[in-house]
């Protein structure tokens, strides 16, 4: 009987580390466009790595993208702000405390991760990704799910 118990644990256990995984990993292409429009964090996650793949051929300075996590009602202003911190930032405002995380901008055929930790996430709170190359971040974005 106690094996058994123990036996049905170890199941639970595994089978939940492969569904819900602390490593995230999100595509985005030559269109202007990432391949999903939801990213989920599990709220036992106590840091996240993220892998941002761009699958295109255009260049970075051309179809550059990177990935940048905020609440959602500071996405906007973090994505003028990312404007104009230019290229050489990686089109994110220096030491901005409402950004989460972010990568460098990737061009095509290259990719990206960051790893960070959660203790800026709230669990069910509203957060917003987007690439904040100039003119990318009205549609590239999606939103990631903490908990
Ligand atoms: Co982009």
Not at 2 to 27: E, G, Y
Not at 30 to 46: G, N
Request: glycine residues 10%; aromatic residues 8%; proline residues 3%.
């Amino acid at each position: 009987m106690f094996m058994r118990t123990v036996s049905v644990l170890a199941l639970l256990a595994s089978s939940s580390l492969h569904a819900r995984s602390c490593d995230l990993a999100i595509a985005s292409n030559d269109q202007m466009q990432f391949d999903t429009a939801t990213l989920e964090v599990p709220a036992d996650c106590k840091e996240v790595t993220l892998t941002l793949t761009h699958t295109g051929t255009i260049d970075a300075k051309t179809m550059g993208h990177n990935w940048v996590l905020t609440a959602t009602p500071a996405y906007r202003s973090v994505a003028i702000a990312g404007m104009k911190a230019g290229a050489e930032n990686h089109y994110v405002p220096a030491d901005d405390a409402r950004v989460i995380a972010h990568t460098k901008v990737v061009g095509g055929g290259e990719k990206t991760t960051v790893t960070f930790p959660t203790s800026g996430l709230v669990a069910g709170g509203d957060y917003t990704f987007f690439c904040s190359f100039p003119g990318h971040w009205g549609a590239m974005k999606g939103k990631l799910v903490f908990g």
